[in-house]
């Protein structure tokens, strides 16, 4: 007689978003079949006693394989995007499918399927980024990729390449509602950087700590109620996506407070550095390191974050994984010649997909400043619910897919280069002490990733095809 399960998780403490109750787990075909007191049998068994089941992460924010404008190469493929993720208790990413200027927006995604398939270590899904909304892309294409089930999509309002005018954020906001899309917003003022830039430049002010200077939070607080104010106007929900400090969250509350369907993302990078980060060593390139959009803010606004964290102003964390080389190849990284001549050509991301689950759950639920069962809805459950995956992922319920992660509240290591599985060549956090971590990761019942060691097959993740998100209902 065959066993029951294929798999049995025992005597660990399950934790959803909103309780937490000793139980076993069985799995069988991928799928959680049971959830009770005792489990017997089962081909295979893992004893959890002392550790924390979770569902498995879902970073839905990350940046894999992208093309950049000026030719910098990203330092992670969908491999070692994935290896990464899984590594540190990921079993689901989103990374996006961006539309150059001039292209098709199907093209686009045939090309992101191309580069994807076979190479995922977890599951992906794609956004799509809006870089160019033609009369075609609006009317055709969109929609139609809106029905296939890709059905979140972002907008910048910002970057030379990527910008979109007022006007065009109004129809593209106008086509989410028809189709019932939710959309992503970078939300910072572009002619207000390129003022900034262009008077700390004249100043002589090029260090890469400027890079914080030109993306002020003035900046990201205006686009903010910008793009607020265009889908009050469209009645479309939207998601501000790396809200960096107190400026842009107040205006976000300012709108939820009114009952408008405003959604909010914040990363690691707000709580775990500040803008102190990008002087580098003594104002010099090291600081290059750290240079993202919207920068890292100060003291003020890492309390606000956790603000934000505690009282659902924020419902997601996300990592904005956006990876690239510090010293590269041929003048590919961030140390770049042109990069040495301003912040301004300095490439914009920092590597975090690995580093986004332990960094919160250690200055978060470790320090006292979150649950654990708020942690387990900003990390999973709530991008599941928002990004149209759930209960399928993020949750611990009979039905869903076997994706669970294995937490050791007790285990304590420092963040290093050396551990990491991404393809960059450092990491913004190296040396940081972090109390927690994932130490197995199990998707749709079997182990990717068991005490930092990846278990999984390049190929074992799919492409998970994507609902209607819970903010449009």
């Known amino acids: 007689m065959s066993a029951p399960h294929d798999l049995a998780i025992r005597g660990g403490t399950i934790v959803t978003a909103s309780d937490r109750f000793r139980a076993d787990i069985g799995v069988r075909d991928g799928r959680i079949t049971d959830i009770a007191a005792s489990i017997e049998g089962a081909k295979e068994e893992i004893d959890a006693t002392g550790l924390f089941v979770l569902p498995g992460g879902i970073d839905a924010h990350v940046h894999l394989a992208q093309p950049t404008s000026d030719g910098?190469?990203?330092?992670?493929?969908?491999?070692?995007?994935?290896?990464?993720?899984?590594?540190?208790?990921?079993?689901?990413?989103?990374?996006?499918?961006?539309?150059?200027?001039?292209?098709s927006l199907r093209d686009c995604v045939t090309a992101y399927h191309e580069k994807a398939d076979g190479q995922c270590y977890t599951d992906v899904s794609f956004h799509l980024v809006i870089s160019d909304p033609t009369p075609q892309v609006l009317g055709q294409e969109l929609p139609a990729l809106v029905r296939d089930g890709y059905t979140s999509f972002k907008v910048f309002m910002t970057y030379d390449d990527l910008v979109l005018n007022d006007a065009e954020l109004l129809d593209v906001f106008d086509v989410a509602r028809r189709e019932k899309a939710l959309v992503m917003v970078h939300a910072e003022g572009h002619d207000a950087i390129k003022y900034m830039t262009s008077r700390l430049e004249s100043e002589g002010k090029t260090a890469p700590y400027y890079h914080a200077e030109a993306h002020h939070q003035v900046a990201e607080r205006e686009a903010t109620h910008r793009a607020i104010s265009h889908a009050q106007l469209t009645d479309v929900p939207v998601m501000i996506v790396h809200v960096s400090g107190r400026d842009p969250m107040e205006q976000i509350q300012w709108a939820q407070k009114r009952g408008m369907k405003v959604h909010a993302e914040t990363c690691p990078q707000y709580i775990a550095l500040t803008r102190d980060d990008l002087k580098g060593l003594n104002m010099d390139f090291e600081g290059a390191k750290y240079v993202c959009s919207p920068p890292p803010r100060d003291a003020d606004s890492q309390a606000a974050i956790w603000e934000g964290l505690r009282d659902g102003t924020f419902e997601v964390f996300s990592s904005d994984h956006c990876p690239f080389f510090y010293e590269g190849s041929n003048g590919t990284g961030k140390d770049n010649p042109k990069a040495r001549t301003s912040f301004k050509w300095v490439p914009n991301g920092i590597p975090g997909v690995e580093t986004r689950l332990p960094i919160l759950f250690s200055e978060g639920v470790s320090k006292g400043r979150i649950s654990l069962e708020r942690f387990v809805a900003l990390t999973s459950t709530n991008p599941a619910k928002l990004y149209g995956l759930y209960p399928q992922k993020g949750a611990?319920?009979?039905?869903?897919?076997?994706?669970?992660?294995?937490?050791?509240?007790?285990?304590?290591?420092?963040?290093?280069?050396?551990?990491?599985?991404?393809?960059?060549?450092?990491?913004?956090?190296?040396g940081m002490q972090i109390t927690g971590w994932p130490v197995r990761t199990i998707l749709r019942g079997h182990t990717i990733m068991q005490d930092g060691v990846i278990t999984g097959t390049k190929g074992g993740g799919r492409y998970q095809t994507r609902g209607t998100s819970q903010a449009m209902i």
């Not at 493929?77 to 001039?102: C, H, I, W, Y």
């Open 396 to 430: 611990l319920v009979i039905g869903a897919d076997a994706d669970i992660t294995l937490w050791d509240p007790a285990k304590q290591a420092a963040i290093t280069q050396d551990n990491l599985h991404h393809g960059s060549d450092y990491t913004p956090y190296e």
């Open 72 to 103: 910098t190469v990203m330092a992670d493929d969908f491999e070692s995007g994935t290896r990464s993720a899984a590594a540190g208790g990921n079993t689901t990413v989103l990374p996006f499918a961006m539309q150059v200027k001039g292209t």
